[in-house]
């Protein structure tokens, strides 16, 4: 019962670090997505994945990249880690149908940048 | 433009009160779903309930309702005889279709339940 996983759950980074958040679903779902939680905020969307081969930009994209490496992962990077980046990151995946979507959520990585 | 508007920042109820948390969201799709979200002191996302644009009717679920309703575009949920366990960040959600398969979340309500 695996669901939508996320790797690592917390880590510190200095400035300047760079890291990829990564992201694995076993649902087969076509659309995977990654937001951040800010205090007072709610979740902003950063990127998203429509189907396997395509990567958009969300609310928020700037500071990220994201490589939809299969249909199963997803993953986030920071390139040059900014204390604004510190957050909670949520990975998530629904199957983009309209009938049937409902949208699943990681449990979320916890992440300082110092 | 997609927006869900939470106004409710924090709401404080004493246990066995009923509590109503606002919803009120913007979208020109004619095909979209409303979702509600729970997220406890512990972190994770917990799906609560997802209603379909085409489908106003009211839902309950044991304590939990949902009133939908087009004509003020707003998807409020109640916890009726609320319990300290119901304390939790509340989120509403919406999710459309036109714009790549996106879900815009609101700000979220603080619901605190105190014995």
């Known amino acids: 019962n695996a669901g939508v996983t996320q790797t690592p759950k917390f880590q510190v980074l200095k400035t300047g670090q760079s890291m990829t958040l990564q992201c694995a679903q076993d649902?087969?779902?076509?659309?995977m997505y990654w937001y951040r939680q800010d205090p007072g905020m709610g979740l902003r969307l950063i990127y998203y994945?429509?189907?396997?081969?395509?990567?958009d930009k969300g609310e928020v994209p700037n500071g990220y990249n994201v490589s939809r490496l299969n249909k199963r992962e997803f993953s986030l990077r920071l390139e040059s880690a900014a204390p604004s980046q510190t957050s909670v990151y949520f990975c998530?995946?629904?199957?983009?149908?309209?009938?049937?979507?409902?949208?699943?959520f990681g449990e979320g990585s916890w992440l300082t940048v110092v | 433009a997609q927006k869900v508007t939470q106004a409710q920042t924090e709401i404080s109820v004493v246990e066995k009160e009923d509590v109503t948390l606002d919803c009120v969201y913007e979208?020109?799709?004619?095909?979209?779903?409303l979702f509600w979200y729970k997220q406890p002191p512990s972190g994770e996302l917990v799906f609560l309930i997802r209603?379909?644009?085409?489908?106003?009717q009211n839902e309950i679920s044991g304590r939990y309702s949902w009133n939908f309703q087009k004509s003020t575009s707003s998807f409020n949920f109640t916890i009726t005889a609320s319990q300290v366990v119901d304390s939790a960040v509340y989120f509403c959600?919406?999710?459309?279709?036109?714009?790549?398969?996106?879900?815009?979340f609101g700000t979220g309500t603080q619901l605190k339940v105190e014995l």
């Open positions: 998530a995946s629904s199957d983009g149908r309209i009938s049937g979507n409902t949208i699943y």
């Open positions: 649902m087969n779902h076509n659309s």
């Open positions: 994945s429509a189907s396997e081969g395509t990567t």
């Open positions: 979208t020109r799709d004619t095909t979209y779903y």
């Open positions: 209603r379909n644009s085409f489908d106003e």
């Open positions: 959600a919406l999710y459309f279709t036109g714009g790549g398969n996106k879900l815009t």
